[in-house]
T-cell receptor, first 112, second 120 residues
Framework: QKEVEQNSGPLSVPEGAIASLNCTYSDRVSQSFFWYRQYSGKSPELIMSIYSNGDKEDGRFTAQLNKASQYVSLLIRDSQPSDSATYLCAVDRGSTLGRLYFGRGTQLTVWP | EAGVVQSPRYKIIEKKQPVAFWCNPISGHNTLYWYLQNLGQGPELLIR????????DSQLPKDRFSAERLKGVDSTLKIQPAELGDSAVYLC??????????????????FGPGTRLTVL
């Protein structure tokens, strides 16, 4: 089992819709969770971090964390074509603080 | 505030040649990371530095890869000799580390633009 798994995608949504990206992780002691956005040919850009169970909102982005289910998600409201990118879920395992384990990413396309 | 700086952005070399990548982290960031990213995959850690000390290099192929972070600021990653399978994007990232003043931000990692290496 991989450390971090993301829904395979690609995901395609119309402009204005809600995009839902999901991620599960294997290590129960994981403490920190991150979402990165990566445009084609560019490096990952941090868009959200979440440390506690529940929801965290930042503009059109909402991260949701459920440690009991070992599940973290990212919702993008009012999706825009500029949101089209690959979204990477990353987890900082408690036993190896500082090392991020990344999923393979979910490619999102928002069509006008 | 300036971000993580990397150079070169692109490098094409022949197999068995040496190559080096340079990284300058965000000012004040104590922790520096080198990652490797293959196409269609997430980044994978090669080495992590806390100031000058390499605290996690378990994933670094030490027979051909080496890294240093003299004076705890800039870092260099070297491959000698390069192999065809080393073609990838090499990413440098930094984080504030344990000395961060903002709660919860000590381990937020910020990436540089990366170096795309092609080995022919």
């Amino acid at each position: 089992q991989k450390e971090v798994e993301q829904n395979s995608g690609p995901l395609s949504v119309p402009e204005g819709a809600i995009a839902s990206l999901n991620c599960t992780y294997s290590d129960r002691v994981s403490q920190s969770f991150f979402w990165y956005r990566q445009y084609s040919g560019k490096s990952p850009e941090l868009i959200m971090s979440i440390y506690s169970n529940g929801d965290k909102e930042d503009g059109r982005f909402t991260a949701q964390l459920n440690k009991a289910s070992q599940y973290v998600s990212l919702l993008i409201r009012d999706s825009q074509p500029s949101d089209s990118a690959t979204y990477l879920c990353a987890v900082d395992r408690g036993s190896t603080l500082g090392r991020l384990y990344f999923g393979r990413g979910t490619q999102l396309t928002v069509w006008p | 505030e300036a971000g993580v700086v990397q150079s070169p952005r692109y490098k094409i070399i022949e197999k068995k040649q040496p190559v080096a990548f340079w990284c300058n982290p965000i000012s004040g960031h104590n922790t520096l990371y080198w990652y490797l990213q293959n196409l269609g995959q997430g980044p994978e850690l090669l080495i992590r530095y806390e100031n000058e000390e390499a605290v996690d290099d378990s994933q670094l192929p030490k027979d051909r890869f080496s890294a240093e972070r003299l004076k705890g600021v800039d870092s260099t990653l070297k491959i000698q000799p390069a192999e065809l399978g080393d073609s990838a994007v090499y990413l440098c990232a930094s984080s504030a580390g344990q000395g961060a003043s903002k709660r919860g931000s000590y381990n937020e990692q910020f990436f540089g633009p990366g170096t795309r290496l092609t080995v022919l």
